[in-house]
């Protein structure tokens, strides 16, 4: 049956392109969402920037027809903006929320054969409405179930011979169509399951690989379990361009993908500098504005950064900061993702830590600026969440590693154990 979506302001801002995801069904726009949206166009952050599409976008379907009476979407639904119809002197009174109430009441009674759908990311508006008897839905087109997120490893059951040509460095084929690229494997002997190796699956050799061995240089990070190895394999391989690291608190993503990034760029030198970046979400209260250049400003925000490159120089020929933030002949550098829209970023070694922070779109726009030669990893922890405006199940980390988890460019690990301290580690699990 087709139904009629009534969307809320913050769909189109989480998404711009919103309305061509409900197949063949009509969406309704009401007016109060444009007022809404005109509000935010000034806006420079990411919101802004959305508010702007949307204005484009309805713009230019205002040329194909009437918004007023429907214009067709490509699924076959049409797209309307609508206006209150009433003489109710108090339709245009109180909240948005409540206005945008009346008016999907107001589609409803018009049409009551066809059902009404309430579409807001905002808890309290789906409450009221199905208080007042409209059905109301998340906007879930962006959501990745967290019971089915990707993992990146596993394990498989194989005969002896398999595990001595893996620990003899060699390949061993294997048809298995439910494996993805690049997963990661624990290889149990299938007459002794006490015997193990650890393998990546490399779905265009149809092939489990031995993992890379960890150089001597890293010698400070040893990997303490078998994540940890799996999450250095995919940092330190060079044919994967984007590495999704999801862990609570200390499990040594940053740590890893820090070490990693340096011996890239100082060793190796295949990169020419490592570039960190980080959203800049405040935890708790904000302390207001900070002074300085905007690396000065930065450098509250990439302590944990300084605190990984600390860890690794062992106070043996520390990392000096200086006034663009790190002192090393401009190798690594630290830049806010506000002004990466728009650029091209080739042969670097890119990080972005707490990812989690970031809304698909966001993450997208990170990800297309990834020139030639470019590695880039994000890390973070999905259920540390500052961004009102994204969960653990619709931000850009977990949407990244659930997209790109078929292709051989990209390799997804899930850290589960900690291994900062006892006390973090317990505090992890039960706070």
């Not at 394990?155 to 620990?167: F, S, W």
């Not at 394999?233 to 890893?256: E, F, Q, R, S």
């Not at 207001?288 to 930065?298: A, N, R």
Request: hydrophobic letters at 40%; one cysteine or more; aromatic letters at 6%.
């Amino acid at each position: 049956m087709k139904k009629t979506y009534v969307l809320d302001t913050n769909v189109l801002l989480h998404d711009p392109t919103a309305y061509h995801h409900f197949e063949d069904n009509d969406v309704v726009i009401p007016l109060k969402v444009i007022e809404e949206i005109d509000s935010f166009k000034r806006d420079m952050t990411e919101l802004g920037r959305n508010a702007r599409q949307v204005s484009r976008t309805l713009d230019d379907m205002r040329v194909k027809g009437h918004l007023a009476n429907g214009v067709t979407l490509e699924g076959g639904g049409l797209l309307r903006i609508a206006f209150p119809r009433t003489d109710d002197p108090l339709h245009a009174a109180g909240s948005a929320d409540d206005q945008i109430l009346r008016m999907a009441m107001e589609v409803q009674r018009a049409a009551p054969q066809q059902p009404c759908i309430v579409v807001s990311k905002d808890i309290n508006l789906r409450l009221k409405a199905d208080a007042i008897g409209l059905k109301a839905e998340d906007y879930e087109t962006d959501r990745v179930d967290l019971d089915e997120l990707y993992t990146g490893q596993g394990e498989k059951l194989l005969p002896a011979a398999a595990l001595e040509a893996i620990r003899q460095g060699k390949k061993f084929p294997v048809e298995d169509p439910q494996l993805y690229a690049n997963q990661y494997l624990l290889v149990r002997d299938e007459t002794d399951k006490s015997r193990s190796v650890l393998a990546r699956y490399d779905a265009e050799a149809k092939a489990l690989v031995p993992l890379i061995g960890i150089p001597e240089e890293l010698r400070q990070v040893q990997p303490r379990n078998k994540e940890q190895y799996f999450a250095m394999d995919a940092l330190l391989n060079d044919a994967i361009k984007v590495v999704t690291i999801i862990g609570k608190a200390g499990t040594g993503k940053t740590l890893l993908a820090v070490a990693a990034g340096l011996y890239k760029v100082f060793n190796t030198k295949l990169y020419r500098k490592m570039l960190v970046s980080r959203p800049t979400f405040a935890m708790g209260k904000d302390i207001g504005f900070l002074p300085g250049t905007v690396e000065e400003k930065l450098n509250p925000w990439m302590s944990p950064i300084f605190d990984a490159l600390d860890l690794l120089a062992d106070g043996q020929n520390p990392i000096r900061r200086g006034k663009d933030g790190l002192d090393e002949g401009g190798r690594i550098s630290i830049e806010a993702l506000t002004y990466i829209r728009g650029r091209s970023i080739p042969r670097q070694f890119m990080i972005v830590d707490e990812a989690q922070n970031l809304t698909p779109l966001e993450a997208k726009t990170v990800l297309t600026r990834v020139g030639p030669g470019t590695k880039i990893i994000l890390t973070g922890d999905i259920y540390q969440i500052d961004n009102p405006y994204v969960d653990s199940m619709s931000n850009g980390l977990s949407t990244v590693a659930q997209k790109f988890k078929s292709y051989g460019i990209a390799a997804h690990i899930l850290l589960s154990k900690g291994v900062r301290s006892e006390v973090a580690e317990l505090a992890a699990n039960l706070l």
